[in-house]
């Protein structure tokens, strides 16, 4: 009764082919994009590339002026605030995890912990900047003074600890949920031979959970390493590989937010793009790398 | 009575880690109430009508407000979802009802990708694209960065959200003959529309705050400005550029466009998970 033709042919099956076509058009546009972001960023770096070469990575001095494009001051600022703002916050995001996540995962306490923790992740970065420099700032002026050290207030100290505060949230929340999904019938046989609570997280919990913990901590670092405005705001913008914790320095998204807009030169605006590119890619890396991560948890945990 | 010995230990140790569990907890809290603090202490007071509706007063004048600035956020907001929205739902839609195929695995990886993408490198990009072309800053590309941030946001919420409604829905459909785009255009849409709003609503909390890919495409202005092919304030811009000054006068009026974006991004935050919840309940 009901032919198929009438399916297959006529305007309802045209217009199923239109729909669908867009669908995927929208589909591969999405690919497009990123194909495309990454070919501009290589286009555009090649003039640096083919100028400088490998001496744009190890050079330690950045004058564009003088002609000299060296990206390790901003590298080793990246890596250097970055990996300090992670140590730093490990430990709050840690026991935050494992307090929202086994020993407070219901009630008024944990939603407040929780809303609050998602408060946090939601202020703009900028707020952050500018909070860290009226308030960090001459609190680490005032410690330097007391360590005797030059007071500068701005530097990879205070940059780290904004940093830090960033990133706890990305890695408490999902910290959280992998150590809820922890089964139950687990903790309960550790519990019944005798085990103590804080025993029962040491042996139990974190080993079951340590994929998911540390995916959290992986998608933390990239947050941290492309973070330009909060970085930016407290970190002093000098361009030299950091002497040392107090000291002014600079990272790699803060240099492109500084100079990029005043970039003249084809050299020096390339290498500008090649600092983005870097950023890209370990960005990329990092992020892809973390998400494997929280795949493989989440089939452990199935 | 070695053995007791140790079980006291043993119960000590573990008071003691729930304890400094708890106390660390509540610690890492501090941070995010005296930034509200000094937020509302400074800013509330930097806030009244003069703040909404006049320009920047000039260097030394009290007073003055972030009307440009409130503008520009608005209409690089407006540009930004014109450019993304209707693209990421259009993919979300690809992504949750022909999501088997390998073109929309790739998609999912792209998506991720994009959403990784530190935003400053974004403004590159826009810059790149539309800046340099165009020989000038303009709020168009300002609005272009944005999209694209917004984009993998509005994607991700719109497939899971329509991930979630029952396939007895569209089964239903289906069964009675209903071709597969009227069924997702009449059935599948209607029923996640809360949950596709909240994506928007989500994307726009995502950009509102954004102040790194603005820096060299929408560029700031000190002047009150509608058209999209020049350059253009925004609150974020603002604070940074007030927020770096040397000026005190310029600090309050910083502080004043802290307290409206918090307070912006706060209720986009709020709306957001009063719609998520409304929708849950509804299947």
Redesign the interface.
């Known amino acids: 009764m009901?032919g198929t033709g009438t399916?297959r042919g006529g305007a309802?099956?045209t217009?199923?082919a239109v729909?669908?076509r867009?669908?995927?058009i929208?589909?591969?546009?999405?690919?497009a994009?990123?194909a495309v972001?990454f070919v501009?960023?290589l286009v555009?770096s090649f003039p640096a590339v083919k100028d400088l070469g490998a001496a744009f990575l190890y050079g330690r001095v950045w004058d564009p002026v003088g002609g000299e494009h060296g990206a390790l001051p901003f590298v080793l600022g990246t890596l250097f605030t970055s990996f300090l703002a992670l140590g730093i916050s490990m430990?709050?995001?840690l026991?935050?995890s494992?307090?929202?996540g086994e020993?407070?995962t219901e009630g008024p306490f944990s939603s407040f912990?929780r809303s609050?923790?998602?408060?946090?992740a939601?202020?703009?970065?900028?707020?952050?900047?500018?909070?860290g420099?009226?308030?960090l700032v001459p609190l680490v002026r005032s410690l330097q003074i007391k360590l005797g050290a030059m007071p500068y207030g701005v530097g990879v100290f205070t940059a780290s600890l904004v940093l830090a505060?960033m990133i706890?949230p990305y890695s408490a929340s999902l910290g959280r949920e992998v150590i809820h999904l922890v089964p139950a019938d687990q903790k309960e046989a550790a519990l019944a031979l005798g085990a103590?609570?804080?025993?029962v997280?040491r042996k139990v919990i974190l080993p079951y959970a340590r994929s998911g913990i540390l995916a959290g901590v992986l998608l933390a670092l990239?947050r941290a390493?492309?973070?330009?405005?909060a970085v930016t705001?407290v970190i002093g913008n000098s361009n030299v590989v950091p002497q040392g914790l107090f000291s002014p320095a600079n990272t790699m998204?803060g240099v492109?937010?500084n100079e990029?807009?005043e970039a003249t030169g084809s050299v020096y605006l390339s290498a500008?793009?090649e600092i983005?590119l870097l950023?890209?890619v370990v960005?990329?890396a990092?992020?892809?790398l973390g998400?494997r991560v929280i795949k493989r948890a989440s089939v452990e945990a199935a | 009575m070695r053995e007791e010995r140790r079980i006291v230990v043993r119960v000590a140790w573990d008071r003691l880690f729930s304890a400094a569990t708890a106390l660390l907890s509540y610690l890492s809290l501090i941070p995010l109430f005296l930034i509200l603090y000094y937020i509302g202490r400074r800013g509330i007071s930097a806030v009244d009508w003069d703040f909404f509706t006049s320009l920047p007063a000039p260097v030394g004048e009290t007073g003055g407000g972030v009307s440009n600035a409130l503008v520009g956020s608005a209409v690089l907001i407006g540009v930004a979802c014109v450019l993304a929205v209707p693209v990421g739902i259009a993919a979300g839609v690809f992504l949750s009802e022909y999501g088997k195929s390998r073109l929309a695995g790739a998609v999912r990886l792209a998506v991720d990708v994009l959403q990784g993408i530190p935003s400053i490198v974004i403004g590159i990009i826009a810059y790149l694209w539309i800046v340099r072309p165009m020989r000038g800053f303009s709020a168009l590309s300002g609005g272009a960065a944005l999209a694209m941030l917004m984009l993998p946001v509005v994607v991700r919420s719109t497939e899971e959200t329509l991930r979630l409604i029952p396939s007895a829905l569209r089964e239903a459909s289906l069964a009675l003959g209903v071709p597969r785009h009227r069924t997702v255009l009449k059935v599948i849409l209607p029923a996640g529309l809360s949950g596709i709003l909240t994506a928007v609503i989500l994307g726009v909390a995502r950009i509102s705050g954004e102040t790194a890919p603005l820096l060299f495409t929408a560029f700031g202005s000190p002047f009150m400005e509608w058209n999209v092919l020049r350059p253009m304030n925004s609150l974020p811009l603002m604070i940074f550029n007030y927020a770096t000054s040397p000026y005190p006068e310029w600090h309050a009026l910083a502080w004043g466009a802290s307290f409206v974006l918090a307070v912006f991004m706060l209720l986009m935050n709020l709306v957001a998970k009063v719609m998520a919840r409304r929708w849950k309940i509804r299947f």
């Not at chain 1, 939601?122 to 909070?131: A, R």
């Open positions: 009901w399916v309802p099956a217009s199923e729909f669908e867009l669908l995927h929208s589909g591969a546009g999405i690919l994009l990123l972001v501009t960023l555009h430990p709050f995001s026991a935050i494992i307090y929202l020993y407070c912990l609050a923790v998602d408060l946090l939601g202020i703009p970065s900028v707020i952050y900047g500018f909070w420099l009226f308030v505060i706890v103590t609570r804080a025993e997280v990239g390493l492309g973070e330009t405005m705001m998204a492109i937010a990029f807009a500008l793009v983005g950023l890209f960005g990329t990092v992020n892809i998400r």
